[in-house]
Structure formats: structure tokens, C-alpha cells
T-cell receptor, first 114, second 115 residues
Framework: AQSVTQLGSHVSVSEGALVLLRCNYS??????LFWYVQYPNQGLQLLLK??????LVKGINDFEAEFKKSETSFHLTKPSAHMSDAAEYFC????????????FGAGTRLAVHP | DAGVIQSPRHEVTEMGQEVTLRCKPI?????LFWYRQTMMRGLELLIY????????DSGMPEDRFSAKMPNASFSTLKIQPSEPRDSAVYFC?????????????FGQGTRLTVV
């Protein structure tokens, strides 16, 4: 069965510092991978997705993620954190050959300090 | 486009009462999902509709939960009778296709509190 593991339920960085949020997946078939962001009291908004076209995926607000099959990872990065990046981030997987049922990780709450 | 619209945004009800959550998907989207978010279980899929037909309801926790999609622009999730453990944020999402590489667009959610 497919699953997603997000290492670190809370990550804290200083404004301007690198953001790295970790995501590892388990899947028996080629996966499609997504990163969503959830701001307080809001729904989930898509940041980026991997659909096998390119291993390095660029998303909104300067976020990017790299699909590494050998490491079964899809870590999310941003070169320089802004205060407005404080939110909860979810990694999710869906399986090729199936429908777009998203299996979510537990989420990582990002705090950004001045 | 207004996005996925859910109502109400907040609902407080007493144990044993019936609760109905409503969702209007994005126009033209043929897939609709209901998710539940709790601290203990995270985000979990409850039910999936394609072209108004329930395709996968394996995530519906028990018979107290039911969902309908009478037409392409409206869906409901009903809990009857409600219990305190049903307290959660319920999200509706829609997508334009069913293919696995298509993202889902989420509403702002309904925060349900059962006391």
C-alpha cells in the first residue's frame, strides 16, 4: 500500500534562511507527488506536483521539489523564507493507473522567525 | 472562478443531532471528494464521486455517514446521529479529470464541533 512520511512535524527557520521540508513515499507503482500548503483556517492550495515530466519541479512562491526515485523522496525547498510562508505543508501521493485519490502525509508546520 | 464553496464554515451541534455539510464544486469539474482532517488521523478521504456517481466510499467511517451528489453542482455529507468524535474539519475538493496526475482543488472547509 502507498504511504507518505513527512519527517518533522514542526520546522522553524529564520526569515531569509533556507526552507527544507522532507517527504518520503512508499509505492509499488510509479507515483505522482504533490505538495499542498494550508494557511490557518483555510483550505489546501497546490504548491507543485510531480507527474514524471521532470524530476525538478518548480512551484508557486519560489518553492521547488526534486523527485529522487533512488531515495523515494520528494523534499520541498525554498531558498529564502518569508514570514508569509508560515503555514502547514502537506505532501501527498496518488498512483498511476488509478484515479486521483490523494494519500496525505501528516503535515509539517513551518514557523518563520524574524 | 469562485473555487469550491463549502457551507457552513463552522457548525456546532449537540450529540445526537443530524448535521449536513454542503459543497459546490468548481463548474466543469467531474470529480468530487470529501476529506476529513483531524489531529489524530490527519487528512483522510471519505468518499469520491465521478460524474455524480459514488465510486469509492471505503473511507466512510460508518453508517452514520452518508453522502450524495444529486447533480454536478452540489454535494452533501450528512452525519446522523452526530457524535463528539465526529468533530473535525471536513473538506470538499473537486478536479477536472480523474487521472492520477491531476490535482484536487479544495474548499475552505467546514469546522464541525459536536458537543
Amino acid at each position: 500500500a502507498q504511504s507518505v512520511t513527512q519527517l518533522g512535524s514542526h520546522v522553524s527557520v529564520s526569515e531569509g534562511a533556507l526552507v527544507l521540508l522532507r517527504c518520503n513515499y512508499s509505492s509499488s507503482v510509479p507515483p505522482y507527488l504533490f505538495w499542498y500548503v494550508q494557511y490557518p483556517n483555510q483550505g489546501l492550495q497546490l504548491l507543485l506536483k510531480y507527474t514524471s515530466a521532470a524530476t525538478l519541479v518548480k512551484g508557486i512562491n519560489d518553492f521547488e521539489a526534486e523527485f529522487k526515485k533512488s531515495e523515494t523522496s520528494f523534499h520541498l525547498t525554498k531558498p529564502s523564507a518569508h514570514m508569509s510562508d508560515a503555514a502547514e505543508y502537506f505532501c501527498a501521493v496518488s498512483l498511476s493507473g488509478g484515479y486521483n485519490k490523494l494519500i496525505f502525509g501528516a503535515g509539517t508546520r513551518l514557523a518563520v522567525h524574524p | 472562478d469562485a473555487g469550491v464553496i463549502q457551507s457552513p464554515r463552522h457548525e456546532v451541534t449537540e450529540m445526537g443531532q443530524e448535521v449536513t455539510l454542503r459543497c459546490k464544486p468548481i463548474s466543469g469539474h467531474n470529480s468530487l471528494f470529501w476529506y476529513r482532517q483531524t489531529m489524530m488521523r490527519g487528512l483522510e478521504l471519505l468518499i469520491y464521486f465521478n460524474n455524480n456517481v459514488p465510486i469509492d466510499d471505503s473511507g466512510m467511517p460508518e453508517d452514520r455517514f452518508s453522502a450524495k451528489m444529486p447533480n454536478a453542482s452540489f454535494s452533501t455529507l450528512k452525519i446522523q446521529p452526530s457524535e463528539p468524535r465526529d468533530s473535525a474539519v471536513y473538506f470538499c475538493a473537486s478536479s477536472p479529470t480523474t487521472t492520477a496526475n491531476t490535482e484536487a482543488f479544495f474548499g475552505q472547509g467546514t469546522r464541525l464541533t459536536v458537543v
